[in-house]
């Protein structure tokens, strides 16, 4: 295996997809930016947008990334970091609002003194709870009055506050990116063959970085990738699910009602509905 092949190639990807947020979202805007030098998927997905005038319950499907959400007020800012969620989950947005976030791409090389991110599965707590010094930061931030600026706030609190500078790759961190590249169920037997670990351990060290097993998380980037695919299409008729090692259409819809609760065909129009309703940007 040749990582820095195989990270070539997942760089190339769009990131993880969220249609609940871009349909809810005026104004939103991203940027994929390298942010932690000492984890191997060194790279996350800023992002920004605003909501309408009214609340939003916003459903977020698995995407295998933590989340760090933060509500940008003029004198006040509350951030909140969410864990790996293994099934939709459901966000309040507040109206009128100004969201800012940041989804790095692995839980590894980040500092865990206060809590394990692996135990925020399917749950999210303030900032503060996880890193020092987040009041102060939050008060920078709304000092910020664009996108970029934020960004480059987050990136020099992340360097003091959030990377674990003495973090070292393991074969966890190998497994995650191939999971972005490659079929889940074969490459997951053939990586625990190579390295000459058990299965068990395997599951056991992975568990304790993530939350989750890694047959899940290797489903998880398997939904992100068919998602993707479809979503770009506007349409759920093709045989595509094919193409991503699902064995047939019963064993592609019923993962993905396992990450939507929803049919493929019922998400797509949900979608279509809610980007109507809101006049996404």
């Known amino acids: 295996m040749n990582i820095n092949t195989e990270l070539s190639k997942m760089n190339l990807l769009t990131p993880p997809l969220q249609p609940g947020i871009n ?16 984890s191997l998927k060194d ?6 947008f605003s909501t309408g005038d009214f609340d939003t319950d916003t459903v977020v499907v698995p995407d295998a990334c933590m ?3 933060i509500k940008c007020g003029t004198d006040y800012s509350q951030a909140r970091v969410y864990g790996l969620f293994s099934e939709p989950q459901t966000i309040k947005l507040e109206p009128n609002s100004t969201y800012f976030g940041i ?5 590894t090389g980040i500092h865990e003194d206060k809590m394990r991110l692996k135990d925020l599965r ?3 707590v303030e900032l503060g709870c996880l890193f020092a010094n987040s009041e102060r930061f939050l008060e920078r931030l709304c000092e910020k009055e664009n996108f970029k600026e934020r960004v480059a706030l987050f990136k020099e609190y992340a360097s003091r506050e959030i990377i674990d500078y003495e973090y070292q790759t393991g074969v966890v961190d190998y497994f995650t990116v191939l999971s972005c590249v490659a079929d889940g169920d074969k490459q997951y037997r053939d990586f625990v063959g190579q390295i000459g670990y058990s299965d068990r351990y395997f599951r056991a060290c992975f568990n304790e970085v993530f939350g989750i097993a890694p047959k899940v998380y290797t489903c998880i980037m398997r939904f992100q990738h068919v998602l993707r695919d479809y979503i770009s299409r506007g349409n759920m008729d093709d045989d595509v699910y094919l193409d991503y090692g699902y064995y047939d259409q019963a064993h592609f ?6 990450f939507t609760f929803m049919s493929p065909k019922q998400y797509l129009n949900m979608c279509r509905r809610e980007m109507l309703i809101n006049g996404s940007s």
């Not at 349909?23 to 000492?38: I, M």
């Not at 989804?103 to 839980?107: A, E, R, V």
């Open 253 to 258: 819809i019923k993962e993905f009602r396992r």
């Open 67 to 69: 989340n760090i959400l």
């Open 122 to 124: 399917n749950q999210g």
């Open 103 to 107: 989804k790095p791409y692995s839980n």
């Open 43 to 48: 790279r996350a997905l800023f992002y920004q």
């Open 23 to 38: 349909c809810a979202a005026k104004l939103y805007r991203e940027s994929v930016e390298c942010w932690n030098s000492a």
